[in-house]
């Protein structure tokens, strides 16, 4: 009862005293010019115009306010009145785990959702940088390749970039049903409406969501609302992190929220510099990211794992690049790969893990750079190879990387097997010492 109670008053502590008041001067496409609100509301208050119609504040000047709208402004009248709702965070609780949620905490699945009694800021800080944990253990993650190659362990942010089709959210849905953690959030920010449902039955299912809780908005939604899922979908983590769980944290996909934020920025007046992109998306990015890891002394931590598309591989989009450089490793998904079978289309040649070598022992170690060795070898010759152009026995390393490609290839293709790690491990080995 206690819980019901909590939840109670938390809903009425969200009912304002009191309402300041504005009048809309002016109308455009997607924005709205209100007056009244000047000296009063800050960057980022909510705000409601008319019965309907939520909006956010994205430019200040001294007689008005500049909102950006949720939703189309058809029908909007000049004097129409705006009322002031103030800064907007989310009140995660227990009980959301198993459910699907929009960024503003209200539930899509058509079941009644309670409040946490604690709301929680959106944009919070990072865990102070000098009282962070280091890394974890390393994890099992159901993925031979990541149990190996590519180790993934506690507090560890690593980027998966792709491009659209290659798998990217089926190697998502096996991190979700297969990766050590007390907590599973995931943020779909900006897919399609359509894919929602797919992910949670399908892709997720009902294991999956025994532990896990998707915020989500579709792209059919306003920036606004897409650049607050992941928001929102971070806060929820921090809720869990600072219980001291293990939260796993899936956010599909970095490129959508750079959109987003891209297109309030360019609606509150920022210049567009950084290849169409504001210089704020950078800041904006790295400050999401940051808010992942190890947590300090005392509560838990966020491993998480980045999507991002990329059209072609290209690793130098603005998006890719940034976020490259504030994680902890990144993988690539290759389209040729995933063109001729084999998934998860992982290059692991330009993919990396910053968790070893410490990650590993030192015979695993010595594995893993045979591997690398071997498949960095046969990838210099393949076209000599497919050509026909290359003899057997003019190169000892390279005859060693055909012998062992085709079980290395199907290796990086399978998932891990019953006893995790060490079985992963051990069918490394008998794969690099195919006869």
Known sequence: MAGVFDALVSEIATVPQAVRLGRVTEVARGTVVVTGLAGIATLGDRVQIGTHLGGEIVALRPDTVTVLTDSLSEGLAIGEVVRLRGQSGIAPDNSWIGRVIDPFGVALDGRPLFRGPVPRPLLA???AAATRRRFGERLETGVAVFDTLLPLVRGQRIGLFAGSGVGKSTLLGKFARGVSSDVVVIALIGERGRELREFVERVLGPEGMKRAVVVTATSDQSPLVRRRCAWAAMAVAEHFRDQGLHVLLLADSVTRFAEAHREVALAGGEEASLRGYPPSVAPAIMAWAERAGPGAEGSGDITAVFSVLVAGSDME???????????????????????????PAIDLLRSVSRSLPDAASVEENEDITQARRLLGAYDRAELMIQAGLYNKGTDPL???AVRV?????????????FDGCVGSFRRLHAALNTR
Do not use: M, N
């Not at 085709?406 to 990086?412: H, I, N, V």
């Open 125 to 127: 800080a990072a865990p």
């Open 317 to 343: 989009e603005t998006v890719a690049d940034i976020l490259r450089g504030v994680l902890d490793g990144h993988v690539v998904l290759d389209r040729k790969i995933a063109e001729r079978g084999r998934f």
């Open 398 to 400: 390279i005859d060693q």
């Open 405 to 417: 490609w085709p079980a290395l290839d199907g290796f990086l293709a399978e998932d891990a097997p």
